[in-house]
């Protein structure tokens, strides 16, 4: 195990370092990468663990990032507390989807698509508040502050949202460890026979997805404070959803390295393409091949790459286990 | 309140609840019989008015007349997507069945875009623009005719496989996949086949919808969430409620006009999706399938 | 060199100079008079240089140059072009003799500043949503701004410099904000010093606070949005114009109208797109007309989405509301989609009056609608059909992409040479010098119509203005969008209004 440990120290120091030797660009797609891995991690709390899927996580980022801009523009009060307001409200949100989802035995399919009229209907309904910016959408004002948020180079971003994304791995750690993660597992692998075996399958999944909801938002403030311009469509709409889920499916569902590792994989990717691809005549190939990628993904590594890094270093970094057999294989992946 | 706008209203949502219900019953039997949410069915229909488009402007036939020959290349789609990607996905966790066909669908609306560019393109066909006039209340000819034939298509789907060799299969292998290996059905090949069916059904909705709206790359992840209504509405695999389902949306979208901005229209859809989730959620004609 | 047959003549500056002094006295000139080669030269280069430039003009992009410089491992000089061309096959060239001559010569005779000083590139990022649902605009604003990039260089490019040519760096919003912010973010450490684009509000929003947080010049070629310069920016630039101004030229134009033909509208209808564009373009000439005083009762006011697929039910509220005139703010589309139903529907109207938006003039739309798009009046910010500029840059534009130049194309084109002009007079590609070249821009030959393009300090183009335009009968379609306001712009003398209606055409 120590030379797990090692490895994940150095390869934080050279991620802490990188900022000293990159330039603002490439600092900003390591910016989407952590920002994405982030965002994942939180989506697979909820559907990685207890295997619950929601395509309507869009929801949540919108209302954090929504409602840290409210709060700051209207009440000048700073992101950094904001954000965890719009946490909170993020979670009452999740926790009345999952009320009527959990409550009403909604499963499968239908909890998909529960969770995206829910988004869709708070994207109409941002769509329609004047106080929100309507169609319009909001402006942030860029008044560079700690306080604020705001930041000229990318340097502060790059620590804060690497600061997200290990703050995020720490936290669903901790999960997995506790008596929570064992049963939202539990819940995942079945259901009935949990709450068969006295787990109160209700209780868990609320408290699964308020925790999702609440690291989601989160991000959301981040977003508003980077990019400067909300529009419902953007931060509510189903496409935002679906780019959410393409990294921990891809890296590999219910790990903690799983969101981390896709996200290494598919912003970069879907960067150089369009960089790449990004010529006249050749419109829309880069969103063609992003799908192949993710088609074959899916296809041919479908427990996620993860499973194949994980094997890959496994005699280097745990040379115990390895002689062991292939006990560590799953161990190592979740 | 002017009551023959009213009745215009009604009209407009049955004639255009014709066309959802034809969407949605690909849908419906793709879900009925593998239990996979097609996410990629509204980019399918994209490629079906495209075909049909192209058709019209080549050899300029009528998308009425170009009907079949639509639904026979979609089908061709559904059949290879079915054979290529979704046959590998059936055993997959519900989460991991989610991203294929999404991704199917970016790759078909991107290369529509690649090969056609992103203009909308609105031909007008020889009914495009006829209308009826029953007094002062106006029946879209073109809305009329894709009503008849979605209602007529729908229903030749309902006998193929009531009564055919292979609709029978079809439905054995979506009652019990098991029993259907057991009895000696390829169900592989059924699986293509019903997917390939339902691809046609929506891609013969398309060229349905040629006539009545501009066609461009991007149009398709609408009418995807708008099929997924219909089928909730009517129940998931349940092909009649499809039919149903899809008259209901267009009555409940095309009357809402009357007290909500046409912004909010999808709320009132994705409202009433919410409620029968909740208190009907084998949907609202439960039976026989 | 870049004919499609058969093998190429080598060529460079070197080869032309010789003849024209002698070749023998070529080489003993450059030791004994090394100025005069050197001008010599200088002016030998700058024709190659234009030459090359009507190869490309006349054969398309090259697939490849090679150049062989007595320095080539630093890639200076002109440099190595590499860009995907006609035809893919075609063989590689190199020409040697002259220039490698030169090369010899130069560096055993000092000549070398004279290679050193002849075009440097610089680089200018245009993002510009190509794909996405507002593609079909991207593309033209893409295309515009690669022709005027072409074009300037081809003309010698910043002379100031030294004939520096302008590099087109290429980036795609995908119609989104955040991808627009990091595509900006990529061009500018590819080396563009200035940044243009975007069409949509919201990503012009999202460029403009990256542009101000990296300090790069930003010009946008078209946004209408007033909020985006609000903000006090000091490194954006807006070459179109604002909301604000377009509603102004509306109100205008329709008391024109309405005087001029002693016909009264009374009551009228607004439908937008609800979009920033949509819903900022309409409430502003909502608020704009209550506070002109025109007398016109607006009895609803629909908005429905972006990417709408059917009015009916919408137009049938419009029919029970009877209004006179309707304002329409759209988007290519649903433009085709109002008014077929219109036409369905039977609703008797005066006619369309559009404020100011996308969706009426565009060639495939007025194809499209033939006769129903008739006597349309739009107020919009046009391009200029009598100026030089515009018949020339039009021309070149159908020639190379099949297309006429359209508004928001020429705005895109207008754009580029905005920009070149600023660095022509900065003479210097460091930002604080364009900035502050751009603060004092004054430029007439633009293609499009309004007066000089001046920046005010908010950076909005103060000479930008709108005409109101119709669509009148002319076989041939592409010629059927006419300008009829004001007088001294106007192609037709004819404003056709109330407007016939729909079905009796």
Redesign the interface.
């Known amino acids: 195990m120590t030379r797990l440990y090692l490895f994940l120290a150095v390869l934080f120091a050279v991620l802490m370092a990188l900022p000293l030797v990159l330039?603002?660009?490439?600092l900003?797609?390591f910016v989407?990468v952590y920002f994405w891995a982030y965002v994942g991690q939180s989506w697979n709390v909820l559907?990685?663990y207890t295997?619950h899927?929601s395509?309507g996580h869009a929801l949540y980022l919108g209302v954090g990032a929504y409602a840290t801009t409210y709060f700051a523009q209207n009440f000048g009060l700073s992101p950094w507390i904001g954000m965890f307001l719009g946490g909170f409200i993020a979670s009452a949100i999740g926790l009345f989807l999952g009320f009527?989802g959990f409550r009403?035995?909604?499963r499968?399919?239908?909890f998909?698509?529960?969770t995206?009229?829910f988004a869709?209907?708070t994207r109409?309904?941002v769509?329609?508040m004047e106080a929100l910016g309507?169609?319009?959408?909001i402006?942030?004002?860029?008044d560079?502050s700690f306080l604020h948020f705001q930041?000229?180079?990318?340097v502060p971003y790059y620590y804060i949202s690497f600061g997200f994304m290990v703050v995020s791995m720490v936290v669903v750690r901790t999960i997995e460890r506790s008596r929570l993660g064992r049963f939202m597992v539990a819940i995942r692998e079945n259901e009935e026979a949990a709450q068969a075996l006295g787990v109160n399958t209700f209780k868990y999944n609320m408290l699964a997805i308020a925790i999702s909801a609440y690291m989601t938002a989160l991000a959301g403030a981040f977003?508003a404070n980077y990019?400067?311009?909300l529009?419902p469509?953007?931060m509510f709409g189903?496409?935002t959803s679906?780019e959410l889920?393409?990294r921990p499916?891809?890296g590999g569902?219910g790990t903690i390295f799983g969101p981390v590792l896709g996200s290494f994989i598919l912003s970069p990717l879907s960067?150089i393409s369009?960089?790449y691809f990004?010529?006249?005549g050749?419109?829309?190939?880069h969103?063609?091949l992003?799908?192949?990628v993710?088609?074959l993904v899916?296809?041919f590594m479908?427990k996620g790459v993860i499973v194949y890094v994980t094997k890959m270093l496994n005699p280097i970094l745990k040379p115990e286990t390895a002689r062991q057999g292939k006990r560590g294989d799953d161990a190592d992946g979740r | 309140m002017d009551p023959h706008y009213l009745l215009q209203l009604a009209i407009q949502g049955i004639l255009l609840g014709g066309l959802y219900g034809l969407i949605a019953v690909g849908l419906s039997l793709i879900f009925g019989v593998m239990g996979i949410i097609n996410f990629a069915h509204g980019q399918m229909m994209v490629m079906g008015m495209y075909v049909s488009y192209w058709i019209f402007v080549l050899l300029g036939i009528d998308p009425y007349l170009s009907l079949i020959v639509v639904a026979a290349v979609i089908f061709v789609l559904g059949y290879l997507v079915q054979a290529t990607v979704v046959n590998r996905i059936l055993d997959y966790p519900e989460a991991m069945q989610v991203l294929p066909l999404v991704a199917v669908g970016l790759v078909l609306e991107n290369t529509a875009l690649l090969l056609w560019g992103p203009d909308y393109r609105s031909p007008q066909t020889a009914l495009s623009l006829e209308t009826l006039w029953i007094g002062p209340v106006m029946i879209d000819v073109s809305r009329l005719i894709a009503f008849v034939l979605a209602i007529l298509i729908t229903t030749g789907i309902f006998v193929f496989l009531k009564k055919t060799r292979t609709g029978k299969r079809i439905r054995a292998a979506s009652d019990n996949r098991m029993g259907a290996i057991l009895v000696g059905i390829n169900v592989n090949r059924i699986n293509n086949a019903s997917f390939g069916l339902g691809a046609a059904a929506t891609g013969a909705a398309g060229a349905l919808l040629l006539p009545l709206m501009p066609l461009s790359p991007h149009m398709g992840h609408d009418f995807t969430l708008t099929a997924f209504i219909v089928v909730i509405l009517g129940g998931m695999g349940n092909l009649i409620g499809a039919l149903a389902g899809g008259l209901i949306l267009g009555v409940a979208e095309s009357l809402s006009a009357l007290f909500l901005p046409a912004t909010l229209k999808q709320v009132v859809s994705f409202s009433i999706l919410i409620i029968i989730m909740l208190f009907r959620p084998q949907g609202l004609f439960a039976g026989k399938k | 060199m870049a004919t499609s047959s058969g093998p190429v003549e080598p060529v460079g500056p070197v080869g032309p100079a010789a003849v024209i002094s002698g070749h023998q006295d070529f080489y003993p000139a450059l030791l004994e008079a090394p100025d005069s080669i050197h001008l010599l030269l200088e002016i030998t280069t700058a024709f190659v240089v234009k030459w090359l430039a009507a190869q490309e003009a006349v054969d398309g992009p090259f697939k490849r140059i090679a150049i062989a410089d007595y320095n080539d491992n630093k890639k200076e000089g002109i440099g190595m072009k590499k860009k995907a061309g006609k035809e893919l096959n075609r063989r590689t060239f190199i020409k040697t003799s002259g220039a490698i001559g030169l090369g010899l010569a130069a560096s055993s005779f000092g000549v070398p500043t004279l290679l050193r000083a002849a075009p440097t590139k610089i680089k200018i990022g245009s993002i510009q949503p190509v794909t996405g649902p507002l593609a079909v605009i991207g593309q033209g604003q893409r295309k515009a701004n690669i022709m005027a990039a072409r074009q300037i260089n081809a003309a010698g490019g910043i002379k100031s410099m030294g004939g520096a040519q302008l590099e087109l760096l290429l980036g795609d919003s995908e119609s989104k904000p955040e991808v627009g912010r990091q595509e900006a973010d990529r061009l500018i450490k590819d080396g563009a010093v200035v940044l243009q684009g975007p069409f949509q509000s919201g990503t012009a929003m999202a460029i403009a606070t990256l542009a101000e947080q990296r300090q790069v010049p930003f010009v946008m070629d078209v946004a209408a949005l007033d909020a985006i310069t609000q903000k006090g920016y000091q490194y954006s630039f807006r070459v179109f114009i604002t909301a604000k101004g377009l509603v102004g030229g509306a109100i205008k134009y329709l008391k024109q109208v309405t005087e001029m033909k002693g016909v009264m509208p009374k009551t009228a209808v607004v439908t937008n797109t609800a979009d920033p564009f949509g819903k900022g373009m309409s409430g502003g000439f909502l608020k704009g007309l209550e506070k002109s005083g025109f007398p016109i009762k607006i009895i609803d006011r629909i908005q429905y989405p972006l990417g709408i697929q059917d009015l009916s039910t919408e137009v049938a509220k419009i029919k029970s509301l009877k209004p006179d005139l309707i304002f329409p703010v759209s988007r290519p589309g649903d433009s085709v989609i109002l008014t077929r139903e219109l036409y369905k529907q039977r609703v008797p109207l005066m006619g369309i009056f559009c404020p100011g938006s996308p969706g009426w003039y565009e060639p495939h739309v007025v194809k499209d609608l033939d006769k129903l798009i008739l006597y349309v009046l739009v107020n919009v910010p046009w391009v200029n059909p009598n100026s030089t500029v515009y018949q020339k840059a039009n021309a070149a534009f159908y020639k190379a992409y099949n297309q006429i130049l359209d508004t928001n194309s020429a705005y895109a084109y207008t754009g580029t040479l905005v920009i070149a002009d600023a660095i022509e007079r900065a003479g210097s590609a460091r930002a604080d010098d364009i900035v502050a070249a751009l603060k004092k821009t004054n430029f007439k030959d633009h293609p499009v119509v309004g007066g000089p393009v001046q920046f005010n300090e908010k950076g909005d183009n103060i000479g930008a203005m709108t005409a109101l335009i119709q669509v009148q009968k002319d076989p041939d379609y592409l010629k059927r969008v006419k300008i009829v306001m004001p007088k001294e712009f106007a192609q037709s003398d004819e404003i056709v209004f109330p407007a016939p209606p729909l079905w009796e055409r």
Do not use: W
């Open positions: 330039g603002n660009y490439v900003g797609i989407m559907t990685g295997g899927i395509l009527l009403f035995g909604m499968g399919v239908y998909v698509i529960l995206i009229a869709e209907i109409l309904i769509s329609h309507s169609f319009t959408g402006f942030l004002d860029f560079p930041f000229r180079g990318n977003y990019i400067f311009y529009h469509n953007s189903m496409a679906i889920i393409l499916i891809v569902l960067e369009r960089a990004s010529k006249g050749l419109e829309g190939l969103l063609i992003y799908g192949v993710a088609i899916v296809l479908p």
